[in-house]
């Protein structure tokens, strides 16, 4: 059985800091939402080593899954190379409107949000099996 844990991350003044929702005492930092990403991944593996070492069932690291929340602002800026006027066409949503959405102007409903993550979500299942050729 996969275990889920939410990665909440969020901007600082030097980087980016988080924390596993599910499990208090969980927290990391990093200078970029990549390296944010692999310290969740080993501080969590090493938890899950010491519970374990306690004698504590834990779930297995391959069957841990987990899910990185980062406000879109802060994805869209890391993130820059995926241009945002594109994406809105991709997705369905005013260009402007988009735009909003990712600077924080307009708030966003729970169902745009959803949108645009299942947008992403498609565009890495659409080109995660291209493997790009010389002419």
Known sequence: ??????????????GFSGYIKEIDGIVTAGDSINEMKD????????????LSEKGIETPHIDEMKI?????????FEHYNVI???AFADYIGINRS?????????????DK??????NGLHKLADDISDIVLVNN
Do not use: H, W
């Open 83 to 85: 241009n945002k006027s």
């Open 112 to 117: 745009k949000m959803l949108q645009i993550t």
């Open 39 to 50: 310290n969740f991944k080993e501080v969590l593996a090493d938890y899950f080593g010491y």
């Open 67 to 75: 899910n990185f929340a980062v406000d879109m602002e802060q994805f």
């Open 1 to 14: 059985m996969e275990s889920v844990f939410t990665a909440i991350i969020e901007k600082t003044n030097t």
């Open 97 to 109: 409107l988009f735009r909003q959405y990712t600077k924080g102007i307009t708030n966003l409903s």
